[in-house]
């Protein structure tokens, strides 16, 4: 019986060292969560992105771009856009940022009333502000696309 107890202690420690070993390899393993899963995935963006439009279609500040526009087929590829550039595995297939709004002549004082309902509905949604801050600052530089002389009227988004 005596001798039986190093064997014990032996199977307990090697039982440890494997349990530690795991549980490294594991926190090695897991990789950090994506802006995507930040943002909530699809769930949450589509919502966002749902409001967002309704709203910007309808917001006297930005409305007249939206007139006669199909909505439902705008939201769903900005959130693929949304979901693409936040590596959600998503492929956008839209058109250019400048192609698409080339059409509406879009001015910075729009350009910036949609991004600060965009920022609302993200604080309204419960977004982390790390992951919401990150997605305006990955929109930001669309800002020269999607403006006409957006040279002269400032391209910052602030956070
Ligand atoms: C960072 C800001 C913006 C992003 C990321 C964005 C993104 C998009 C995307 C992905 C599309 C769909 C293109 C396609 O499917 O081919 C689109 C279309 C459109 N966007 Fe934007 N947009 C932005 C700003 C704006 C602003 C400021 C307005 C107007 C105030 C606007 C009005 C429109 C309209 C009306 C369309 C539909 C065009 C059409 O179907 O003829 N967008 N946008």
Redo the contacts with the bound molecule.
């Keep these: 019986m005596p001798d039986l107890l190093p064997a014990r202690i032996a199977t307990g420690l090697s039982t440890l060292l494997l349990a530690a070993w795991l549980g490294a390899c594991a926190t090695v393993a897991t990789p950090p969560p994506t802006l995507y899963e930040r943002l909530g995935g699809a769930p949450r963006i589509d919502s966002v992105v749902g409001r967002l439009i309704d709203r910007?279609a309808s917001d006297p500040r930005?409305r007249r771009?939206?007139d006669g526009?199909?909505l439902q087929?705008?939201k769903e590829?900005?959130a693929a856009?949304l979901c693409a550039i936040s590596g959600g595995g998503c492929r956008?297939e839209?058109?250019t940022?400048a192609r698409?709004?080339a059409?509406?002549k879009?001015v910075a004082s729009?350009?910036d009333?949609?991004?600060s309902m965009l920022r609302e509905e993200l604080d309204r949604s419960g977004t982390d502000p790390g992951a919401k801050n990150e997605l305006l600052r990955l929109?930001a530089p669309?800002?020269r696309d999607?403006v006409v002389d957006a040279a002269t009227r400032g391209a910052a988004i602030g956070p």
């Design positions: 910007a930005t771009s939206f526009v199909k087929p705008l590829s900005l856009q956008y839209g058109e940022m698409a709004h059409e509406s879009i729009e350009f009333a949609l991004v929109l669309m800002k999607i």
